[in-house]
Each structure stands twice: as structure tokens, then as C-alpha cells.
């Protein structure tokens, strides 16, 4: 990476440090620590079914897939993501910025790997919140857990964690390509749409593998390794993220600014 590359990227963090809507997805931290909380204390809100045999990575995994069905956290991110790049653009700041960088694709590729790299530490602090509420809060104060880190199910565990972290990247590349064209709430409205859109889909035989909550739930429901589906998987959002950036690129290369 060059001088001039790297400074984008790294000017592209700052901004996402600096912005107040980036540190409310740091809520996400409290999914583990409230639901360890809930079972510990034996609340009635929140159960945990098990016989004793729940590891720290089976807890983590469970949080993700919890994270991701609380929805909430999806449109935070897709409002994050509008505003890298469509807020920008609607008040004209970044006109300026491409005066000095003057490449409209490295600008581009460059905000993507700025919140790719913003949910890999949201992610990471996710897995630490997770192992340390099942260590001190949960260890010992509940029968549920063994107070192993992993089991022989692990690659098992870690597939489901990384289907949930390649869904919220997924979900980035897409909200890119529609912020160029859409404001913030259409977006928004344009993306919960096509999330309920895509749920029906997914139960449909004959359009279901189009949809990729299809592939999220099929993967994060796997009892054991399932290679056909993982690739399935892995070569549907492959070609999703080559698209939606094709197309993302292609329009913000022409987009009137």
C-alpha cells in the first residue's frame, strides 16, 4: 500500500472515531454481559437451555446469532454505512476530499475497508466480552456450563460466528451501493424491506438460494459440518460483494458531485 492510499485509509478511521453514531454499535457488548447477567441471577426473562456441557465458544456463537437477530444492530450499521459515504455526498463535503485524492474507486474501496475494519474490532470485542462474562459471571454460578473454552464441535462454532460477521460485511458492500442513489431513511427503509423480503424468500423451495438469509440460517443451524452448504455459502457471498461493488463503483463513478 502507498503513502497516498494508506493516508485515505487511515483518514477514513478518524472519521469513523470521531462520529458519535459509531460508538453506539458499541452497545453490541452488552448482549453477552446482559444475558450472562440474566442467567446467573436466574432471571425469568432469559433462559439458556443445557445439560453442563456449554463452552465459552458455544456462548460466544450464541451471541452472535442473538446479535444478529435482534435486528437493531443491522440498521445501525447500515446507518453507519450510509453516512461513510451518501451523507458525504449529500452535503457536498466530499467534493473536497476528491479534489486531493482525485480516484473515485480508490475512495471508494478505501470507506469499504475503513467499516470492514471498524466491524472486525466490534467483532473482536464481542468474542472478549463474550469469554469474559462466561468466565466471571457465568462460571460457577450456573449448571449449564463446564468451563472449557471449546469442545470437539469447535470448527463447528467458529463457522457459525464467522456467517454472522460475513453478513454484516455483506450488509456493508450492499448499503454502500445504495447510499450513492438513496438518503439515510430511504436506505434504511429500502434495506429492512429487502431483509423481510428475503426472510419470506428464504422459506420458498424454489427462490431460496437466492436469498442470503437462506444461507445464514441454514449455516448457523448446522448440528455438524455441512461442506456443500459452506460452499454454497461461502461462493453466494463471494459473488454478492464482486456485484454489489461493481455496480457501487460504477455508479459513484458517475454520480454528479
Do not use: H
Not at 38 to 49: L, P, V
Not at 52 to 62: C, D, R, W, Y
Not at 194 to 212: Q, R, V
Not at 231 to 250: K, R
Amino acid at each position: 500500500m502507498n503513502q497516498q492510499k494508506r493516508e485515505v485509509l487511515i483518514t477514513e478511521l478518524y472519521k469513523l472515531y470521531k462520529r458519535k453514531d459509531t460508538w453506539i454499535f458499541l452497545s453490541v457488548i452488552l448482549v453477552p454481559f446482559l444475558y450472562a447477567v440474566g442467567i446467573a441471577t436466574n432471571s425469568k426473562i432469559i433462559s439458556y437451555s443445557g445439560n453442563g456441557n456449554i463452552t465459552a465458544l458455544n456462548f460466544v456463537s450464541a451471541m452472535f446469532q442473538m446479535a444478529q437477530s435482534m435486528f437493531i444492530f443491522n440498521i445501525l450499521l447500515v446507518a453507519i454505512t450510509n453516512r461513510t459515504l451518501g451523507t458525504e455526498i449529500e452535503d457536498k463535503s466530499l467534493r473536497i476530499y476528491l479534489n486531493k485524492i482525485g480516484d473515485r474507486k480508490e475512495l471508494y474501496i478505501k470507506k469499504v475497508n475503513a467499516l470492514m475494519i471498524y466491524t472486525g474490532v466490534m467483532d473482536m470485542l464481542l468474542i472478549s466480552v463474550g469469554v469474559f462474562c462466561y468466565y466471571f459471571i457465568l462460571n460457577g454460578k450456573t449448571d449449564i456450563v463446564n468451563g472449557t473454552l471449546y469442545d470437539q464441535n469447535w470448527t463447528l462454532e467458529i463457522t457459525k460466528i464467522i456467517t454472522i460477521c460475513a453478513f454484516w460485511i455483506l450488509t456493508i458492500f450492499i448499503t454502500m451501493m445504495l447510499s450513492i442513489k438513496f438518503k439515510l431513511v430511504v436506505c434504511i427503509a429500502i434495506y429492512m424491506l429487502g431483509y423481510i423480503i428475503m426472510n419470506l424468500i428464504s422459506y420458498i423451495e424454489a427462490l431460496k438460494y437466492i436469498s442470503p438469509l437462506y444461507y445464514v440460517s441454514s449455516l448457523t443451524a448446522m448440528a455438524k459440518m455441512k461442506w456443500t452448504n459452506i460452499g454454497a455459502g461461502v461462493v453466494y457471498f463471494i459473488l454478492v460483494i464482486i456485484i454489489s461493488s461493481y455496480f457501487g463503483i460504477t455508479m459513484f463513478k458517475r454520480k454528479d458531485i
